[in-house]
């Protein structure tokens, strides 16, 4: 019953699937490290609603985690106000169409960077802090990590990076610290326009013949924080079967 709550950074967390995760970790009695790049407004709104619910329970970090210098600066402000740090959550994505022909190398070193390259060194990053916490990390992957999507193969390749350093990671990190990836396959449609026809033949491959919900996502996520104490080096598709029929 005195045991401190456990704290969690969210990377991305200030709408979309990183809100809900804020959220359902928040009302499971976790300390969030809220972190954004550009969204302040959101951001700042729903700190404020959490901290609304329990004072003192939820921090702002803002940074552009391009920036590969600023990422163990933001290590050290989540653990600062708590001093711990038991979950990292690498969330905070990029996602746009890169065909070949018009793809760039400033597309490469974003999709990469955000997708693969903060993950990696905002885990080096959190290591010793997660170590002492027996705590874990969780990146969010995509069930496209297994099979490319037509038109992205710069983030295809970055989220099949991140499935791999979830894994290795594992490895490098165990005993101590847990190490696993959630895969979301149709639960929230780009923010850039998609017709209902291809809506529906996305939705029409999957088992379960529905589009899933972001706290599908995050309800898992706590799954993994929570109850799945020997569970690491795993990535669960949360797709209502959609990998079946690719």
Same mark, same amino acid.
């Given at each position: 019953m005195n045991a401190k709550p456990k704290v969690a950074l969210i990377t991305g967390a200030a709408h979309r699937i990183g809100a809900e995760i804020a959220r359902q970790l928040h009302g499971a009695g976790m300390n969030i490290a809220l972190h954004y790049r550009h969204s302040q407004q959101p951001a700042e709104a729903l700190a404020t609603a959490l901290n609304d619910e329990r004072p003192d $329970?939820? +921090?702002? +970090?803002?940074?552009? /985690?391009?920036?590969?210098?600023?990422?163990?600066? +933001?290590?050290?402000?989540?653990?600062?106000?708590?001093?711990?740090?038991?979950?990292?959550?690498?969330?905070?994505?990029?996602?746009?169409?890169?065909?070949?022909?018009?793809?760039?190398?400033?597309?490469?070193?974003?999709?990469?960077?955000?997708?693969?390259?903060?993950?990696?060194?905002?885990?080096?990053?959190?290591?010793?802090?997660?170590?002492?916490?027996?705590?874990?990390? +969780? =990146?969010?992957?995509?069930?496209?990590?297994?099979?490319?999507?037509?038109?992205?193969?710069?983030?295809?390749?970055?989220?099949?990076?991140?499935?791999?350093?979830?894994? $290795? /990671?594992?490895?490098?990190?165990?005993?101590?610290?847990?190490?696993?990836?959630?895969?979301?396959?149709?639960?929230?449609?780009?923010?850039?326009?998609? =017709? =209902?026809?291809v809506k529906e033949e996305i939705i029409d491959r999957t088992a379960l013949k529905r589009q899933g919900t972001a706290a599908d996502i995050a309800k898992t996520v706590l799954f993994l924080i929570r109850d799945a104490a020997y569970i690491s080096g795993q990535i669960i598709n949360v797709d209502g079967g959609r990998t079946l029929n690719f």
């Open positions: $329970s939820v +921090i702002l +970090i803002q940074a552009d /985690l391009l920036d590969t210098s600023v990422l163990p600066k +933001i290590i050290t402000e989540a653990c600062k106000p708590w001093q711990r740090l038991d979950v990292l959550i690498n969330n905070a994505s990029t996602f746009y169409p890169t065909e070949i022909g018009a793809a760039t190398e400033q597309d490469w070193d974003d999709l990469i960077g955000s997708n693969l390259k903060a993950p990696f060194f905002l885990a080096q990053a959190a290591a010793r802090e997660l170590t002492k916490q027996h705590g874990c990390i +969780i =990146n969010i992957v995509d069930i496209h990590s297994q099979r490319p999507m037509k038109g992205y193969p710069i983030y295809s390749t970055a989220k099949a990076g991140l499935a791999m350093l979830t894994m $290795s /990671l594992a490895r490098e990190l165990g005993p101590n610290v847990r190490v696993n990836g959630v895969a979301p396959g149709a639960i929230l449609w780009p923010e850039h326009e998609m =017709n =209902n026809q």
